[in-house]
């Protein structure tokens, strides 16, 4: 993931170059679900780390760093490789992205999600002994069934928010003119990594709505009526992360050449 006001583009037509955009978004949602939520599924639904949780908290927190990592390399120089609705939000919020381009990477995000999921209940389905009901599909939740300590929901929506907050924090000061480009995919995947760590355990961890959306579809019952946590709560953490990045990293836009950039580039004028 670089920084979104320093893509470097080629020089392609306004309309195809958009186009590109979601399709990475798209695309990259897909592969981060069906991979990450895939090794949770095995884990957690099929049981394959056995009796030890730690385990398979441990095996679902790397597969979401690592492929978010790759991705970012991969799908960065494209898209930004947002792939998650709230870091797109934090993006808007911190004025690097304007609302209307957000609008066709959210649709593009749960478009992603969605199909990821369905490729892998496809695969999944085939195996003997699986069941929605049984086995799962990597769904969020909270209470007794949906969270492995079994908190309620105003500790899931007070763990999604503050998680998504040092996320989505990571990404944009990571992203920014005062981090290193070369390292930011680097520091994005452990952040996310490190914030699964604490956050299977108490809601199955989200950070994302578009990575809770097509589970919790296929899963329906509880994990669909609970689905509206992990989507408000991400999007306000991404939200609150971007006003302290304003806050800590004041930055004003200038102009440069359509060559190195879609747009303004960010330039901090206060030490943070």
């Not at 919790?216 to 999007?235: E, N, R, T, Y």
């Not at 306000?236 to 006003?243: D, E, Y």
């Not at 990045?245 to 836009?253: A, D, K, S």
Request: hydrophobic share 50%; with cysteine; aromatic share 8%.
């Amino acid at each position: 993931m670089v920084p979104y006001e320093l893509r470097a583009v080629q020089p392609l037509g306004g309309v195809g170059l958009e186009h590109r955009k979601l399709v990475a978004e798209a695309l990259g949602t897909a592969l981060l679900v069906f991979v990450a939520v895939g090794v949770a599924t095995l884990s957690f639904g099929f049981k394959l780390t056995g009796s030890s949780p730690s385990a398979g908290i441990a095996a679902t927190a790397l597969a979401f760093g690592f492929v978010l990592l790759a991705l970012a390399y991969t799908l960065g120089p494209i898209s930004g490789c947002h792939v998650n609705p709230a870091v797109t939000l934090g993006f808007v919020v911190s004025g690097r992205m304007s609302l209307g381009e957000a609008v066709g990477y959210w649709g593009a995000q749960f478009a992603g999600g969605i199909a990821g999921t369905l490729v892998l209940w496809g695969i999944f389905s085939g195996a003997p002994g699986y069941s929605r009901s049984g086995v799962g599909l990597g769904a969020d939740g909270w209470g007794p069934k949906g969270s492995m300590i079994g908190i309620g929901a105003g500790g899931a929506f007070v763990t999604e928010v503050v998680l998504t907050f040092i996320f989505v924090l990571v990404v944009l000061v990571a992203t920014s003119r005062v981090g290193s480009p070369g390292f930011a995919g680097l520091a994005i995947g452990l952040a996310l990594s490190v914030v699964h760590l604490i956050g299977i355990p108490l809601t199955g961890t989200s950070v994302n709505p578009a990575r809770s959306l097509g589970p919790a579809l296929i899963v329906g019952d509880k994990a669909l009526s609970q689905l509206w946590l992990f989507i408000v709560a991400p999007l306000a953490g991404g939200a609150l992360a971007a006003l302290l990045y304003r806050y800590l990293i004041p930055t004003e836009p200038v102009a440069t050449t359509t060559a190195v950039a879609e747009g303004d580039v960010e330039r901090t004028i206060a030490t943070p």
